[in-house]
């Protein structure tokens, strides 16, 4: 038996049922609790496969600034909220994430936009990978006259393809090891591209598993960049360039 994804289960032509839109309003509501306009923050979370996991990567955030007051924009902590979502990981724990991708996604596109236009303090994670998509929400961030800080997760690629690995005989979810190579090199060439576009950024290393990632570069709003390991930032740029 074919198994749908709860788009296709609970929408007709892109539009929800009404019951499943008073669930969407009641997830947005819930990321919606606590925020603050004050400040006016974006923080733009990247990192390719294998880079650290969303929660990984919201850790680092909370560990440097916290996330109280933020609205925090997470498809996978979206997929959380999503009823059938748990039902899906025990009966078919390999494609559970797909099977409310399209859903998560649509949720996590309307929560961004809610925020964006309330002019609240946002944490967006994502992984930075498509350059016209970050293109797009940097453009809309600076309109509204946000301070837009990126925050990149990096990884040296043979360590991210054994934690794809990890992860596949674990919960086997496979991603191919050309796709680990392409998204982490993406987002180093996107780096490259939007850098001067915003007004601060942090690039981390998250090679080293069990120890806390450390600064490779770091640009404060209103001051020059600064590296603090070189070897580290030649190859993560190394990266974007052969992409």
Do not use: W
Request: hydrophobic residues 35%; contains cysteine.
């Amino acid at each position: 038996m074919i198994q749908l994804d709860t788009k296709s289960r609970f929408s007709s032509n892109g539009v929800y049922t009404t019951t499943r839109r008073q669930l969407h309003e009641d997830i947005a509501r819930h990321f919606l609790s606590g925020a603050q306009s004050q400040g006016m923050i974006a923080i733009i979370l990247g990192g390719g496969s294998g880079a650290g996991s969303g929660a990984g990567k919201t850790s680092v955030v909370t560990d440097i600034i916290g996330t109280k007051g933020f609205v925090v924009v997470d498809s996978d902590a979206i997929k959380e909220h999503i009823p059938e979502y748990n039902k899906f990981m025990q009966q078919h724990i390999s494609t559970a994430s797909d099977l409310v991708h399209e859903e998560s996604t649509d949720i996590a596109k309307n929560l961004l936009h809610t925020a964006i236009q309330s002019r609240l303090s946002l944490i967006y994670d994502g992984t930075f990978a498509n350059h016209n998509k970050y293109k797009r929400l940097i453009s809309q961030l600076k309109q509204k006259q946000y301070t837009i800080q990126l925050i990149i997760i990096d990884v040296d690629i043979s360590v991210a393809k054994r934690r794809v690995k990890a992860r596949f005989a674990e919960n086997q979810r496979y991603v191919p090891e050309e796709v680990v190579q392409e998204t982490n090199s993406a987002v180093a060439k996107n780096f490259i591209a939007l850098k001067d576009s915003v007004d601060e950024y942090l690039i981390l290393d998250n090679s080293l598993n069990g120890i806390s990632p450390t600064i490779i570069a770091r640009k404060d709003k209103g001051c020059p960049p600064i590296v603090l390991n070189d070897y580290a930032y030649h190859f993560f740029l190394k990266k974007g360039r052969q992409f």
